[in-house]
C-alpha cells in the first residue's frame, strides 16, 4: 500500500490570476505597442517601456477591478512609463513638450481610429511597388538600422534617405487621401 499523499493538481488561485494576467496582456499588447510608436521614436523604445509597463502592470494586477477594461487599463499605465521613459531621454536632439505628447496620446488612444489607420496603411503598402515595399518595410523593423541597409543597396546614405522620405511621403499622402474620403 502506497503511503504517499496524492498530488493535488488544481491549480491555485495565484497560478489563475497570473494566467488570466498573461491572457489580457496578449489580448492587448499589440495595441498597447501601436499606441507606444505613436509616443516614442523608435520600435526598440516601445519595446523596452512596453517590458517596464508590462512588469508595473503585474505588480499592480491585484489593483485591476475584473470586469472593467484591461486595455484601457494598461494604455494608461504605458503612457505613464513612456513619459517616464522619454524624461530620461531628455538629452535626445528631438524632445517635444508633455503638451504635444498629451496631444498625440489622445490621438493614439482611439482604438477605432488606429485600426482605420492601420488598414488605410495596409492598403497604401499594397500600392507600392513589391521592391520598394520591401525595402520601406525592412528599414521600420526593430534593430535594422538605415545606414546598413543603404549599404547593402549600394547607395550612399544621403540618397537612401531621401529614397525612404519619399516613400513614407507617398504612404501619407495615400493615407491622407483615404481617410479624407471616409470622412
Not at 162 to 175: N, V
Request: glycine share 4%; proline share 2%.
Amino acid at each position: 500500500m502506497n503511503d504517499r499523499p496524492k498530488e493535488n493538481h488544481t491549480v491555485n488561485d495565484a497560478d489563475k490570476r497570473y494566467a488570466l494576467f498573461t491572457q489580457l496582456l496578449v489580448a492587448n499588447e499589440s495595441q498597447v505597442r501601436w499606441f507606444l510608436r505613436g509616443l516614442l521614436p523608435t520600435w526598440d523604445d516601445v519595446q523596452e517601456v512596453l517590458q517596464t509597463a508590462s512588469v508595473v502592470a503585474w505588480s499592480k494586477f491585484d489593483h485591476f477591478e475584473e470586469g472593467t477594461s484591461f486595455g484601457a487599463w494598461l494604455l494608461t499605465i504605458a503612457r505613464f512609463e513612456a513619459l517616464k521613459y522619454r524624461r530620461g531621454m531628455a538629452r535626445s536632439p528631438l524632445v517635444f513638450t508633455d503638451e504635444v505628447w498629451d496631444l498625440v496620446a489622445e490621438e493614439m488612444d482611439d482604438g477605432e481610429y488606429q485600426k482605420e489607420r492601420r488598414q488605410h496603411l495596409q492598403a497604401c503598402l499594397q500600392k507600392i511597388e513589391p521592391v520598394e515595399r520591401e525595402i520601406l518595410l525592412k528599414v521600420h523593423q526593430t534593430g535594422v538600422v538605415t545606414k546598413g541597409v543603404a549599404k547593402e543597396l549600394g547607395k550612399s546614405e544621403q540618397a537612401f534617405y531621401k529614397f525612404i522620405q519619399r516613400l513614407r511621403r507617398r504612404l501619407r499622402d495615400c493615407m491622407s487621401q483615404a481617410m479624407a474620403m471616409e470622412e
